[in-house]
């Protein structure tokens, strides 16, 4: 099968297009034809080993020392099952699923084996292929942070970073648990982050957000970029400081402090996945509460020019990847 192969870790440009064993699933297992996938900001971190120094060392350890263990990144896929193992239950052959791998990855390719456990449910019945894996990272990230912030209708949520992947899901995801949202964004996307739902939209390039005379019960930084000091003081009291990416050690050591003497919590960490989460994505976009937000699509043959434009930190929602033909 065809497939990206990250052969060393470093610029857009180490990605190859390059011919693998077609993989075959056990009895417990299904193939799915990949027909869609994402480049996210974790995958260009992943193949460009770009990590805090701290982490560093024990992070080599685990995905590879001078290149990545498993050579096909990609996260997210949407696809068409077209094998599964005799003890397949959950799924059958023909059905159109989509869903998240995990850090096993394997999606830049035209076919991945999963588990019938795996963190994948059917198709809504109103989104594309594309649309679908495109909700994987942003939504799934942004529903775990906003939960260990206990979100709760009426209050006042502040979101950093508001029309990247994991800031366009989180907007719509705070107004449907029935918060007061306020989006932080430059210029070109602030009528994005309004149409999204957003009741206020900050564009911190004509306006110092830090200047803002405002506290909130939940600051959900999604880019790793907000200033931690100023973050702090914008709670409530008992308030919670998400940070999704950057949570490097000084940062935990400060929160500790944090939560001790001034009385806010500081969450980050690595989001869980279950299929529970991905059914309620699933019925939120069925119902059109949650909207995947897509900027730009390319073929798998592409992925050298998606992965640049990811690297210029400027998309509006997802990039997404399409993988061979399909209707």
């Given at each position: ?12 440009e ?10 075959v ?30 982490v560093g ?7 590879g ?12 896929l ?16 023909g ?19 999963l ?5 994948i449910?059917t ?15 942003g ?7 906003l ?28 107004k ?6 306020t989006?932080v ?12 739902g ?24 999604t ?16 308030g ?8 490097t ?6 929160g500790?402090?944090?939560?001790m003497?001034?009385?806010r ?13 991905i ?12 909207t ?20 210029k930190?400027?998309?509006k ?7 061979g033909?399909?209707?």
């Amino acid at each position: 099968m065809k497939a990206a192969l990250c052969t060393r870790y470093g610029p857009p440009e180490v990605l190859k297009i390059g011919e693998v064993d077609t993989p075959v699933p056990k009895d417990d297992e299904m193939r799915i034809k990949i027909h869609a996938t994402t480049v996210t900001s974790g995958d260009a971190r992943m193949r460009g080993f770009d990590v805090p120094p701290l982490v560093g060392i024990p992070y080599r350890l685990i995905v590879g020392i001078t290149k990545p263990r498993k050579p096909i990144l990609g996260f997210s896929l949407a696809g068409e099952i077209d094998k599964v193992g005799k003890d397949v239950k959950r799924f059958k052959v023909g059905d159109k699923v989509f869903g998240s791998v995990g850090f096993s990855g394997g999606t830049y390719a035209e076919y991945k084996v999963l588990p019938e456990k795996a963190v994948i449910t059917t198709l809504p019945e109103n989104a594309s292929y594309g649309e679908s894996a495109a909700i994987m990272f942003g939504g799934m990230t942004s529903l775990h942070f906003l939960r260990k912030a206990d979100i709760q209708k009426g209050q006042k949520v502040l979101i950093y970073g508001a029309s990247g992947s994991l800031g366009t899901a989180a907007v719509q995801l705070a107004k449907h648990f029935g918060a007061e949202v306020t989006g932080v964004c430059s210029t070109a996307n602030v009528e994005l982050v309004e149409s999204l739902g957003a009741d206020k939209v900050i564009d911190y390039k004509k306006e110092d957000f830090k200047g803002v005379r405002e506290t909130y019960d939940v600051i959900y930084d999604t880019v790793g970029y907000s200033p931690y000091s100023w973050s702090v003081r914008s709670l409530k009291k008992d308030g919670v400081y998400l940070r999704a990416v950057n949570m490097t050690l000084v940062i935990v050591l400060r929160g500790l402090w944090t939560k001790m003497v001034k009385r806010r919590k500081v969450v980050g960490g690595v989001a869980s996945e279950t299929v529970e989460d991905i059914e309620f994505l699933k019925g939120l976009i069925e119902s059109g509460v949650l909207t995947p937000v897509v900027d730009r699509t390319y073929p798998l043959e592409k992925i050298v020019e998606a992965h640049t434009y990811v690297d210029k930190g400027h998309k509006k929602g997802n990039v997404v990847i399409t993988v061979g033909e399909f209707e």
